[in-house]
């Protein structure tokens, strides 16, 4: 699959179901109760119609954005998904985020956007307890 098939647009409360199942498909993303994403930005990626993956950001403060998730349903990651999914963010904001220390992949997709490590935060994970890395895509 190639970016270009990949259709961006807001999150609506009838892709839940879909969000949900991509959630549970996908143990190292966070796992928030979907209907809660809906209070924050949303997008969701479609391919062939169907609701590939999705991502949620909160405006922290003016120019500055935190990505709280983003998740691709296993069988089409490393597909573009991931990237359209970061590609719907603007430039002109930082954008901040934590990543399970052993999210390796994803670790490697954010690297290759534009994000750089600055931090650690020991334990910030549970269900296991693990390290986050922080890391930033600072604005264009």
């Known amino acids: 699959m190639r970016n270009d098939r990949v259709v961006l647009r807001p999150m609506t409360p009838e892709d839940l179901v879909r ?7 996908s143990p190292e993303a ?3 109760e979907p209907a809660e994403y809906l ?3 949303c997008v969701v990626a479609e391919c062939g119609g169907e609701v590939a993956g999705f991502a949620v950001v909160h405006e922290v403060a003016p120019g500055e954005i935190e990505l ?3 998740a691709v349903l296993p069988s ?5 998904v991931g990237r359209a ?3 719907a963010f603007p430039a002109g904001s930082d954008i901040y ?5 052993s999210n390796r992949i994803a670790q490697e997709l954010y690297l290759s956007t534009g994000f750089r490590l600055i931090g650690r935060r020991p334990g910030y994970y549970e269900g296991p307890t693990e390290d986050a890395i922080v890391m930033l895509r600072q604005k264009c």
């Open 19 to 25: 969000v949900a199942m991509i959630q549970q498909a």
């Open 68 to 70: 709280l998730n983003l």
């Open 76 to 80: 089409l990651r490393r597909q573009g």
């Open 30 to 32: 966070a796992s928030w």
């Open 85 to 87: 999914l970061i590609g």
């Open 39 to 41: 209070k924050y930005r």
């Open 97 to 101: 985020l934590e990543v399970r220390e």
